[in-house]
């Protein structure tokens, strides 16, 4: 086995493509999904269309203009400015103050601030009105509270009150969520694709043979090609957790050897699937994209690091559970974010355990020392 491990060692050093996937793709993949996948929606643009111009209008669009998620871009006269200008994007946000607001503020009447959207976005529309609501009911309190004072009625408190607090990611900045999870989709590519290769590679190269030939036993190879990938996978690993911490400021408040021990059962896990690939093509080319797309999709759509695996239609959520990532995921999250104890994690944790059983038996199976 260990001669399989030098072996294998030596090949991914003279194999300049496979260096550089290994020495560049975690800092590639970690910046491009780290940056690009980005839920905090801050700075909408705005136009207004002031349809009163009174103090109490000014009073609220100053309240737009304080918000760090709205950024007020000028004023309009009408309201097929407004539509030309939401049409065009030249703003996401257009609000619509009635010509009677401060009299009915000041009546004490319910009055109408209108918020138009472009759907074809739905996530940010739907964030936008969110915001928009917020800001418009923390003007109305206010006002609400000064009305009841100018007629001395005395400002009746709410029976219920709601007091927020957010525990582990307190400024619920996306960043600290997301850029865990990328590493289990960094891991889910670089170890299936690399691991793909393996098998294929010997066939196409005319070595198979030799390898057939000698004593060493299907498990021996099987473990003499994973060993070195393993070690590299826990490099990467390493790198991933330093970029989250250093260069994107996620907190870690869990323990380096939970880490070192989830991040390692899901290695063998992904390397496996990988091996097993790379066993029934035959062919680098094949085994590649199939690796690619076995280490990619599945982790980065049904891992739950994308879309909660809760709000998944019932029908896709059972097959969430034969992806890997989904379990490292929630192994991430919680070691950078709550510092939970492998104890706490016992269920993700055996579910790779049985993952690897499973995924190293079929492997072992599928493959044979003969030419067939």
Request: proline share 4%.
């Amino acid at each position: 086995m260990f001669a399989m491990v030098r072996k294998e060692a030596l090949q991914i050093m003279r194999d300049s493509r496979s260096l550089l996937i290994v020495l560049l793709m975690p800092l590639m993949l970690m910046v491009v999904l780290g940056y690009g996948v980005n839920l905090d929606i801050k700075h909408l643009t705005v136009l207004v269309y002031d349809r009163e111009g009174s103090q109490q209008s000014q009073d609220l669009l100053k309240r737009f203009q304080s918000s760090d998620y709205f950024e007020v871009v000028g004023t309009v006269n009408d309201y097929r400015s407004l539509s030309d200008a939401i049409d065009d994007n030249r703003c996401q946000l257009g609000i619509v103050i009635p010509h009677d607001f401060s009299e009915s503020l000041a009546d004490g009447q319910p009055v109408a601030v209108q918020a138009l959207v472009d759907g074809t976005d739905e996530n940010t529309a739907q964030i936008a009105i969110g915001y928009a609501q917020a800001v418009v009911g923390a003007y109305e309190q206010s006002a609400q509270a000064d009305y009841f004072s100018r007629n001395r009625m005395g400002v009746i408190p709410p029976a219920i009150t709601v007091e927020q607090r957010t525990w582990f990611n307190e400024d619920l900045e996306s960043k600290n969520f997301i850029v865990p999870g990328v590493a289990a989709i960094v891991m889910a590519v670089i170890g299936t694709l690399l691991t793909s290769l393996t098998i294929a590679r010997e066939w196409e190269r005319g070595t198979m043979e030799q390898l057939i030939s000698t004593p060493v036993t299907a498990l021996e190879i099987i473990a003499g090609k994973l060993i070195p990938y393993f070690a590299i996978g826990l490099v990467d690993t390493f790198i991933c957790a330093i970029i989250a911490v250093t260069w994107f400021d996620v907190p870690f408040r869990g323990s380096l050897a939970v880490l070192v021990v989830g991040s390692g059962l899901y290695l063998i896990a992904i390397q496996g699937l990988g091996f097993w690939i790379s066993v029934i093509t035959k062919n680098q080319l094949a085994a590649s994209q199939i690796g690619l797309l076995a280490g990619f999709l599945p982790s980065m759509l049904l891992s739950g690091f994308t879309f909660p695996i809760e709000q998944m239609p019932p029908g896709v959520q059972p097959f969430t559970l034969i992806v890997a990532a989904r379990y490292y995921v929630v192994i991430l999250k919680n070691v950078f974010l709550k510092g939970t104890g492998l104890d706490a994690l016992a269920i993700p944790a055996l579910a790779l355990v049985l993952y690897s059983f499973v995924i190293i038996a079929i492997s072992t199976k599928s493959f044979r020392k003969s030419l067939a």
